[in-house]
């Protein structure tokens, strides 16, 4: 059993003793092949609510301080996690990034950068965009519906690949592929919620 085998059912046997989740949508996630996991963010659970769900093992970029904390930088480092400076273009996180989807691996992002403290989606960041844009790798939307309050339903939905065809070929910014993929992420809360 590997490091990432054993931590998954750990955390998954404690966050389901916490809340009652609900997964929709693991059938989008393809088998095989680079993936772009892009989620809205609304608690420190989020990566870990991600993990668990995901049918494959899921490699985020995570804020540089947190691999300051001796115990969980070195757990998330063994798992797969790997650093970003925020505030500014971190080429290196860019490159290990796009290194991680070209070898046909799912990268996770939250794409606003932080958390929401309000719980409603925030802007996105051109990173997701870049990533969409500059590798073959299909993108796949995300959505947690909380409150993350124990023994309450928190619900995660895994919406259908965005088709970046078009995008690519017109070369259209980072920027632009950013939004359109929070646009998914939006459609996929605002259903979601209702139900």
């Excluded at 799912?106 to 409603?120: A, C, D, H, I």
């Excluded at 790798?137 to 309050?149: F, N, Q, R």
């Excluded at 619900?155 to 017109?170: H, M, V, W, Y």
Aim: charged share 25%; hydrophobic share 40%.
């Amino acid at each position: 059993m590997t490091f990432y085998t054993f931590s998954r059912s750990v955390v998954k046997f404690l966050m389901k003793s916490l809340y009652r989740i609900e997964v929709e949508g693991i059938e989008n996630i393809p088998d095989e092949g680079g993936v772009l996991l892009c989620s809205n963010h609304i608690n420190n659970w989020d990566p870990p609510l991600v993990g668990i769900s995901s049918p494959r093992p899921v490699r985020f970029m995570a804020k540089e301080e947190i691999f300051h904390k001796k115990v969980i930088g070195t757990i998330i480092a063994n798992l797969g996690a790997f650093p970003v400076k925020r505030g500014m273009s971190d080429r290196e996180a860019l490159r290990k990034g796009l290194k991680i989807l070209k070898n046909g691996e799912v990268l996770g992002l939250f794409p606003e950068g932080t958390r929401s403290k309000n719980g409603q989606l925030k802007e996105g960041l051109a990173g997701a965009g870049f990533f969409a844009l500059r590798s073959d790798a299909s993108v796949v939307p995300c959505a947690i519906i909380g409150p993350y309050k124990r023994f309450n339903k928190v619900k995660i939905i895994f919406g259908s690949p965005i088709d970046f065809t078009e995008l690519r070929a017109n070369k259209n910014s980072a920027e632009q592929a950013t939004s359109l993929i929070m646009n998914e992420i939006r459609h996929l809360l605002e259903k979601y919620k209702k139900q």
